[in-house]
């Protein structure tokens, strides 16, 4: 995905991002950032997961149920020779409600920052106890009511 490729959302987005699961949503938006000017992904539920973070089952299921709702479509063959060959994806982007603006800015951009660069590092916290603390002196204490 060039760093210049923007992501935005139409009226018809809502109803269907409410309606699906996270993981599918985000494989929506994936496979919608990968398209080529057809409107068409070439990858596959491995490549989708490992982009993603998720497990590749949790991908293919996001995908099963994209594909049951008719917003995507797979195309196993090659029109022009007829062959099988790479799983190719076609996002059906008026239903999504997704649109790719691939426009091209002019003068030099900064590249947009990886999520783990633009997130702070997390720091581990402990869930164990803590150790009892000793009871100080009676004579520190303060007592109410003496």
Do not use: C
Not at 75 to 104: C, K, M, N, P, W
């Amino acid at each position: 995905m060039p760093p210049d490729t923007r992501l935005t959302f139409t009226a018809a987005a809502g109803p269907l991002r409410r309606a699906l699961v996270p993981s599918a949503w985000l494989v929506l938006e994936e496979l919608a950032l990968a398209m080529d000017g057809d409107r068409v992904a070439a990858t596959n539920a491995r490549r989708l997961a490992a982009a993603l973070g998720l497990s590749k089952d949790t991908t293919a299921r996001a995908l099963n149920t994209l594909i049951e709702l008719n917003v995507v479509r797979v195309e196993h063959r090659d029109e022009a020779t007829g062959r099988f060959g790479t799983i190719r994806y076609r996002v059906d982007t008026e239903r999504s409600g997704l649109v790719v603006d691939t426009r091209q800015t002019h003068g030099p951009s900064a590249p947009s920052p990886s999520i783990a660069t633009a997130l702070p590092r997390a720091t581990r916290v402990s869930t164990s106890r803590p150790s009892p603390q000793p009871l100080a002196d009676r004579d520190q204490l303060e007592l109410f009511g003496d």
